[in-house]
């Protein structure tokens, strides 16, 4: 079984940035969440890396679960951020402080899973590719624009 996690943030100084997550298993849709940032500067990459820790969260979950009863043979981390997945494998270097916070978040939540013995990789995914969490992502700012 492959376990593939799409993740998105966005907004800008004109909207409230807001992340979203997808989680599929063999392509069938097991889990999807979306949420505004609670951040001291919450930015577009703010929310790339949001939307990457809490998916990774529920990733997490559902893998721990799934992995009583069969064998699961990786977890496909795909969003359509390069900037996040870059410094997610250490290609780039994480120069903003506040970034710095989510990477380790997830580096080790990845480190974890991978010792679980669910190989964990990256591939970019571009807008088009990455439809069902970036609707979900305007979902949400559509919901919390009217609310904070």
Request: net charge positive; proline share 3%.
């Amino acid at each position: 079984m492959q376990f593939q996690l799409a993740f998105d943030g966005g907004g800008n100084a004109q909207s409230i940035p807001c992340y979203a997550y997808t989680i599929t298993m063999d392509d069938k849709v097991v889990g999807q969440g979306y949420g505004v940032c609670h951040d001291e500067k919450p930015t577009s990459n703010v929310a790339e890396w949001s939307g990457l820790w809490h998916g990774l969260m529920a990733a997490w979950t559902h893998i721990v679960t799934v992995k009583r009863y069969h064998t699961i043979t990786s977890l496909v981390l795909c969003g359509d951020s390069q900037l996040v997945l870059n410094q997610l494998t250490g290609n780039y270097g994480v120069t903003k402080p506040h970034l710095r916070f989510y990477h380790r978040k997830c580096v080790a939540l990845v480190q974890r899973i991978e010792q679980e013995g669910v190989p964990v990789t990256t591939k970019w995914a571009g807008r088009e590719t990455n439809k069902v969490a970036d609707k979900l992502t305007h979902r949400a700012r559509r919901l919390y624009s009217g609310v904070l």
